[in-house]
């Protein structure tokens, strides 16, 4: 199975932002983490970081098969993702363009936060997504990300793919 990894904003500046919340592992070592960790699951992984909502929804769309309007703008062959392992970042609270990408593409998703959402500001415990995950991951720093992939490609296996 293949799994696609997204980051929304800011998380580009995962290990040197606020460390005290989000620690210090650096987002190219997670992605490549989470490469090398679904390879040994005997699945694939591919990543990709935004800052920009409609870049990320353009991404959901590819994944799911669904080119972008513009033909002439060819996007990167994107292989279809079985399952989405999402870090929206403040997207989470904000967007219900990313929420329709989601729910409008069909494609399962795990929601993953390095931080404990809950235990911060009052805004930040509300999810447009959480309750359409298939899953959710919170406050377990960069092991969410360890956690969800091997929960992704258990999640498929018993699926049969
Ligand atoms: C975050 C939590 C969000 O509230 C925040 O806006 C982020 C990161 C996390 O990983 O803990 O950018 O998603």
């Not at 932002?17 to 987002?27: A, K, Q, S």
Request: glycine share 10%.
């Amino acid at each position: 199975p293949h799994i696609l990894l997204i980051n929304g904003p800011n998380l580009n500046l995962l290990g040197t932002r606020e460390p005290h919340i989000y620690g210090h592992t650096t987002l190219t070592d997670v992605e490549s983490q989470a490469r090398a960790q679904a390879t040994s699951l005997g699945a694939t992984l591919s990543t990709f970081q935004s800052n920009h909502e409609g870049a990320i929804i353009d991404r959901i769309h590819a994944a799911a098969g669904h080119g972008p309007l513009n033909p002439t703008k060819k996007e990167e062959e994107e292989p279809k993702a079985s399952m989405i392992i999402i870090n929206p970042g403040a997207l989470t609270h904000t967007s219900v363009g990313l929420r329709d990408a989601l729910l409008g593409t069909g494609t399962p998703f795990v929601e993953v936060h390095v931080s404990n959402v809950h235990g911060r500001e009052e805004f930040r415990r509300h999810s447009y997504l959480s309750d359409k995950a298939v899953a959710v991951v919170c406050g377990m720093g960069v092991f969410g990300y360890r956690a969800a992939v091997e929960f992704a490609v258990g999640y498929l296996r018993e699926r049969g793919e």
